[in-house]
């Protein structure tokens, strides 16, 4: 609406960050990978983003949003949405329906809600029950970041240096008190190792397709969309150069 008489201009750039339900582990019932399985089958991927994004986005899987380096096109294409699938993955589980879940979110983020209404929703026909706690930002930050006191939690992250190996040093680990969402992959922190000393740019990229490999089968979390860095500009900006981080020394009239 704000771009239809021409008086301003949007801008859409590719950034690091990625919307993500992080689950639990450590806890009953999401420490079951059927469980984790079927709710990553019982997200409406396309819908979110083009619903709560506006399509400013792209779906994909695996720990590396596209903009990283070590994101592979090939593994990591979106994740599908199937309610069978998540259903027979739900009967396998073991686990008795209905199943009740919280997820907790920034409260002060209106985005943050809408999706987790639509999971609500939608999970609400496969026999989960989804509470929303909606968290002031301390709470919140808290929570996700320090405790681990949650079912499942929603938010952005995404590495401030482009790069995966940085990434995944912080956002993955068996044995990691920094790893706030339980991200713990059989194997991978290994292959993250040898990846991080790895000079040949092939077998480094080899390793890291091993790691996405593992973290898609681990179901370690959903990845709803990559986000993208919306910039709305007068037409009297001439030339703009997008920066991971915003710096308006680049701008020019």
Request: contains cysteine; negative net charge.
């Amino acid at each position: 609406e704000i771009t239809k008489d021409g008086s301003l201009r949007l801008i859409a750039n590719d950034t690091t960050q990625a919307t993500q339900v992080h689950f639990q582990t450590k806890r009953a019932p999401m420490d079951n990978l059927k469980v984790r399985q079927a709710l990553q089958y019982a997200v409406p991927y396309q819908d979110i983003l083009d619903k709560v994004a506006l399509g400013y986005g792209s779906l994909f899987d695996g720990p590396f949003a596209p903009l990283i380096p070590q994101y592979s096109q090939k593994l990591g294409k979106p994740h599908a949405y199937d309610l069978d699938k998540a259903k027979s993955l739900l009967a396998e589980s073991g686990v008795s329906t209905p199943i009740e879940l919280t997820v907790i979110i920034n409260g002060a983020v209106p985005a943050m809600e809408q999706i987790a209404t639509i999971l609500q929703s939608v999970w609400s026909q496969i026999g989960v029950t989804l509470k929303i706690d909606k968290l002031s930002l301390s709470d919140f930050s808290n929570r996700a970041n320090n405790t681990g006191d949650y079912d499942l939690m929603l938010g952005v992250d995404g590495p401030g240096v482009v790069d995966g190996g940085f990434y995944l040093g912080y956002a993955m680990g068996c044995s990691d008190a920094f790893s706030g969402s339980s991200v713990c992959v059989p194997g991978a922190d290994e292959l993250l190792q040898q990846a991080r000393l790895e000079t040949d740019d092939a077998k480094r990229q080899q390793l890291y397709d091993e790691i996405t490999t593992k973290w898609i089968a681990d179901a370690s979390m959903i990845q709803l969309f990559a986000d993208k860095a919306i910039t709305v500009l007068n037409p009297r900006v001439t030339s703009y150069a997008y920066s991971q981080h915003t710096d308006m020394r680049t701008w020019s009239k």
